[in-house]
C-alpha cells in the first residue's frame, strides 16, 4: 500500500509540474514555460536540483518503503540515441547517446548511470563532449508489459574545446561570452518502456536538456544551453 500511494503522489508530482500554465511561477529569463516546464522556482531541475531532488525524494521513499522481491531484474543495462534543439539562437542542435547501467530498487524507483557522449553542432559549434551522469528514474505506471516514468539527473562533461563558443547577429540574443570545457549537463524528461520479452524492452520518451558550468569559474564564463528533443533506446534485464 505504501508504495503505490508513493507512486501516486510522484505521477500528481509529475502531472501538476508538466501541465502548469507558468502562472504566477519565475523560470529563467526568456524562457517560456512549455520550454522548460520544471525549470521554474524553486524546482529548477535544469540546474543541480536535477539531481539533489530526485535524490531526496528516492532516499525518503527506500526508508518508508519495503524492499520488493517480485522484481524481475534487479540491475539492467540501457542504452539510448537522441537529438534536442535549442530553443535560443544559435539554435544548437544537439545530438546525444548514452549508455549505463539501472539498479531496480523499488517497482516505483530506479537508480541509474551513464557514460554519455555529446555533439553540438550550429554555425559556431563543432565539438565533442564526453561524461558521467547519475540520475533516478521514477515509475508511476509499471506494469508487466509498459512502465511510464519520470527521470532527472546531472553529471558532468568535458568537450574537446570550450563550448558553448561566442554569437553574433542575433542582436539581443548575440552572446559575446565563452563557455568553458568541462561542463555540468542537468537532463529531466518524461518516457515509456514496453517489454519484448522477459529480459529485452524498448524505451522512447522527451527530454530537456542543460549544459553549463553554473558560474564556475564564473558568470563571465557561462553563456550555457537549453534545449528540448526526443530518444529511442533499450534496456536489458540481467538474470538475477
Not at 1 to 20: D, I, P, Q, Y
Not at 230 to 235: A, K, L, P, R, T
Request: with cysteine; proline share 8%.
Amino acid at each position: 500500500m505504501k508504495h503505490r500511494t508513493l507512486a501516486c503522489t510522484l505521477l500528481l508530482w509529475g502531472a501538476v509540474c508538466f501541465s502548469t500554465t507558468g502562472q504566477g511561477l519565475t523560470f529563467p529569463p526568456f524562457t517560456r514555460w512549455y520550454q522548460n516546464p520544471l525549470g521554474f522556482e524553486p524546482v529548477k531541475l535544469h540546474t543541480a536540483n536535477g539531481l539533489i531532488i530526485p535524490a531526496g525524494i528516492a532516499l525518503i521513499g527506500v526508508i518508508l518503503t519495503r524492499k520488493d522481491t517480485s522484481l524481475l531484474h534487479r540491475i539492467s543495462v540501457v542504452g539510448e540515441g537522441g537529438t534536442s534543439w535549442g530553443y535560443y539562437p544559435p539554435y544548437t542542435t544537439m545530438y546525444q547517446a548514452n549508455g549505463g547501467l539501472l539498479f531496480h530498487a523499488r517497482r516505483w524507483l530506479s537508480i541509474g548511470v551513464e557514460a554519455n557522449v555529446y555533439h553540438p553542432g550550429d554555425a559556431f559549434n563543432n565539438s565533442w563532449g564526453i561524461g558521467l551522469r547519475p540520475f533516478f528514474r521514477f515509475y508511476p505506471v509499471n506494469q508487466t508489459r509498459f512502465r511510464l516514468y519520470i527521470d532527472s539527473g546531472a553529471g558532468l562533461l568535458l568537450f574537446n574545446k570550450p563550448f558553448p563558443q561566442p554569437t553574433t547577429g542575433y542582436g539581443a540574443f548575440s552572446e559575446p561570452r565563452t563557455g568553458t570545457r568541462l561542463n555540468g549537463s542537468p537532463k529531466y524528461g518524461l518516457g515509456v518502456e514496453l517489454n519484448l520479452n522477459e529480459h529485452t524492452a524498448i524505451m522512447a520518451g522527451v527530454r530537456h536538456v542543460h549544459i553549463s558550468n553554473g558560474n564556475h569559474p564564473g558568470q563571465e564564463r557561462n553563456p550555457g544551453h537549453d534545449s528540448n528533443g526526443f530518444y529511442v533506446g533499450f534496456s536489458y534485464g540481467l538474470p538475477k
